[in-house]
Structure formats: C-alpha cells, structure tokens
C-alpha cells in the first residue's frame, strides 16, 4: 500500500520554463514532507522540506507547496535549469519518527 | 572527502553467496539506515538504527540482516543472495537533534545478484 504517491514518472520541459512536481499522500500522521534530487550514479541529495503545520516553503528557485486538505504536496523549480534534469523523490516523515516515507520518482528532464 | 561512503560501489554475486554491504561516516550523526531502490518502486527501506545498541526492522526486512558496529558504521548483510536482491542499495544517515532529521545519502552499491 504506497502512502507516498508520485503518479508521473517523467516530466519533460523547457529550460526558462516552471517545473511542477507533483506527489499525494494518504498518512495524516506525516509531520514533515521532503524533496530530494537524484543524479545517476549518485546518492539522494535533500532540496528542501515543508512542515506540515506549513503551506510554503521557498529556497531560491525551488518552492514546495502543501496543500492538507487535499493531502497533495508540489516542487515548483522556477526558471528550469539544464542542470536540474535528475530524478525528484518526495518523501514523507512520520511524526518524529525519523523514518522516511518515498515515492516512486518523477524523472525530470529540462530540455536547452 | 565525503561524509558518507559505502563499500563496494559495484558487486556482482552468484544466488546462495553471502554479502555483505558496508556503510561509514563521518558526520557524527547517531542514526543510520539502509534502503534499496528499484525501478518504479522508489526507495524502500529495509533497517535502520537510532543508536549503537539499536536496531529496527524497515518495510523489506526479509532476507536481510545488519550490524551496527559502532556510532559511524552500519552493514547490511544478505545471507543467501537470491536473483531479486539485485538493486541499487543506499545508506543514509540523520541527526536527530535537528529539527527536520534531515537524511543524508551514500553515493549508493549497485548489487546484482545471478
């Protein structure tokens, strides 16, 4: 039963352009939501995190939307860069817990 | 240098071998886990520990076993290797001290499993 949900394994866009990630949840017990990116033959890196008692979070380009009602969470990356084509995984915390919940990926490939 | 680092990177193993995968650090931090990640399916993950004398069991326990040898070194063994082992496995560490127990990653041992 996957409680971390990215339904879109790609997205293909132009550089300039926004790029929307997208990933639900079904846990209301999760306190923190984090995005990271992953390079091939690379580990996970963090790109940032939104609490849940949040509804924004911005860093730079990257902003992460939640949206609790709907049990939905977005990775905005504004203006898409060549560089930020990697696989994005959001992740869910339970409540203190320290375990990480992941979704599948969405590959992200910003085109020149 | 990096601050989490996993030996080997690659292994190529036959069914009925036992592995063993093995992570270090040197950030200080007192929590370690191991996932692995397959196509379609993210990272999933398989045990982790909060401190030396700690031990938890993750969602894909089964056919797994770890050891933590001390506060920065945690190894992932497979006892009898079989075919569906064969994936890309990742250490990571988090200090719980922080407000968001933020994970950092391994660079990753691609294993394959025959």
């Known amino acids: 039963d996957q409680q971390v949900k990215q339904n879109s394994p790609s997205l293909s866009v132009q550089e300039g352009r926004i790029s929307i990630l997208n990933c639900d949840y079904t846990n209301s017990m999760f306190d923190y939501f984090l995005w990271y990116k992953k390079y091939p033959a690379e580990g996970p890196t963090f790109l940032i995190s939104i609490s849940s008692i949040k509804d924004k979070n911005e860093d730079g380009r990257f902003t992460v939307f939640l949206n609790k009602s709907a049990k939905h969470l977005s990775l905005h990356i504004v203006p898409s860069q060549p560089g930020d084509s990697a696989v994005y995984f959001c992740a869910a915390r339970y409540n203190q817990g320290g375990k990480l919940i992941f979704g599948q990926g969405t590959e992200l490939s910003v085109k020149p | 240098d990096a601050d989490v680092t996993q030996t080997p990177r690659n292994r190529i193993t036959k069914t009925g071998k036992r592995i063993m995968l093995e992570c270090s650090q040197t950030?200080?931090?007192?929590?370690m886990y191991w996932y692995r990640q397959d196509p379609g399916l993210g990272l999933r993950l398989i045990y982790y520990s909060f401190d030396v004398k700690d031990i938890n069991k993750g969602e894909i326990s089964d056919g797994y076993s770890v050891s933590r040898q001390a506060q920065a070194k945690f190894s992932l063994s497979l006892e009898s290797a079989i075919p569906n082992q064969t994936a890309l496995y990742f250490c990571a560490t988090s200090d719980q001290t922080t407000l968001t127990d933020t994970q950092y990653f391994g660079p990753g041992t691609r294993l394959t499993v025959l």
């Open positions: 950030k200080g931090h007192d929590r």
